[in-house]
């Protein structure tokens, strides 16, 4: 019914920049909050970013001022800037969205299939 198709990862050397995106489809009717969560080997997953339907942006400390999030107008795709990476930022990156499917009740948490984001040293 859902799907969160991502994009944008791959190989980076460290300083330089990914963008990745993420597009919500099928039969919605709303989502509210989006975000991107990270999980590297051996480690847990990990807040990276979100954004509200309203524009407020939650970041974890380890990428604020490196990192944007933002949201296209018809507020179905979320996109991750990421500016000045570290080896650290080496990692799974998956797609996150709080949907309202057409016809239901309540709100479902979709998640992306994951992509993935090396950086070099």
């Known amino acids: 019914q859902v799907q969160l198709v991502e994009s944008g990862g791959g190989l980076v050397q460290a300083g330089g920049s990914l963008r990745l995106s993420c597009a919500a489809t099928?039969?919605?009717?709303?989502?509210?909050?989006m975000g991107w969560y990270r999980q590297a080997p051996g480690q847990q997953r990990e807040l990276v970013a979100a954004?509200?339907?309203?524009?407020?942006?939650n970041y974890a400390d380890s990428v604020k001022g490196r990192f944007t999030i933002s949201r296209d107008n018809a507020k179905t795709t979320v996109s991750l800037q990421m500016n000045s990476l570290k080896s650290e930022d080496t990692a799974f990156y998956y797609c996150n969205a709080l949907v309202k499917v057409v016809g239901a009740l309540r709100w479902y948490d979709y998640w992306g299939q994951g992509t993935q984001v090396t950086v070099s040293s």
């Open positions: 099928g039969s919605i009717s709303g989502i509210t909050a």
């Open positions: 954004i509200t339907s309203g524009g407020n942006t």
